[in-house]
Each structure stands twice: as C-alpha cells, then as structure tokens.
C-alpha cells in the first residue's frame, strides 16, 4: 500500500521560508513521478510542483514559479519542498503524492499531509 508521511510545515511570517519533506513508502520511488498538492477549506486540491524520476524533468504553478523548488533524494525515498518568498496565500496543508505519470492524477492514497500558515 503507498504511503506518504509529510512534514516541516508550520507558521512562518510573510517572506519567510519552509522545508517540507515526504517520506514515501510501498512503491518504487524511483521509478516515480512525484508531486506536491495544496488545499485550504473550501477549496480543490491544487497541483503546486512535479518532479520526473531522474529530476529531468520538474514543472511549477505559475503562482510558485520561482519562489518554490521541488527535489527528490531517490536512495532515501523522500520528495522535497523548499518554499521562499511565502506570501499569505500559500497557507494550505501540503501533501505530496505519486502520480499515475507524467501529467497524470495522483494515486487515491493521501497522507496527513503537512500544515504551512504565514501570517504575521
């Protein structure tokens, strides 16, 4: 069964920074496209940042472009999120997850995910 065991949010001002890391477990991370997910209340999950197996390939959100860089470390099964720059509305709790492929929906396996507010 795929896992994913998402961590380092918390409250941070605006301008500030955060790491987030997600452990993934139950299938072959390095075979795997990877991806980060955000959601506030109210709202649909919003695709953030992609990663490609090798890293060859990464993709943004236009609203993350440049201030959010995804990474992977394929021996210890662990996707990256280093957030710069947050903005107010970055709050949302984060989650990553595997997707079917590139482009392609995540899987119906969802962690607890991972709570970022900024806020002063």
């Known amino acids: 069964q795929l896992r994913f065991v998402e961590s380092g949010g918390g409250l941070v001002q605006p301008g500030g920074s955060l790491r987030l890391s997600c452990a993934a477990s139950?299938?072959?991370?390095?075979?795997?496209?990877m991806s980060w997910y955000r959601q506030t209340p109210g709202k649909e999950r919003e695709l953030v940042a992609t990663?490609?197996?090798?890293?060859?390939?990464?993709n943004y959100a236009d609203s993350v472009k440049g201030r959010f860089t995804i990474s992977r470390d394929n021996a210890k099964n662990t996707a990256y999120l280093q957030m710069n720059s947050l903005k107010p509305e970055d709050t949302a709790v984060y989650y990553c997850?595997?997707?079917?492929?590139?482009?392609?929906?995540?899987?119906?396996?969802w962690g607890q995910g991972t709570q970022v507010t900024v806020s002063s």
């Open positions: 997850n595997r997707d079917t492929y590139w482009g392609g929906a995540p899987s119906d396996y």
């Open positions: 139950g299938f072959t991370f390095r075979a795997s496209v």
């Open positions: 990663i490609s197996p090798t890293t060859a390939n990464i």
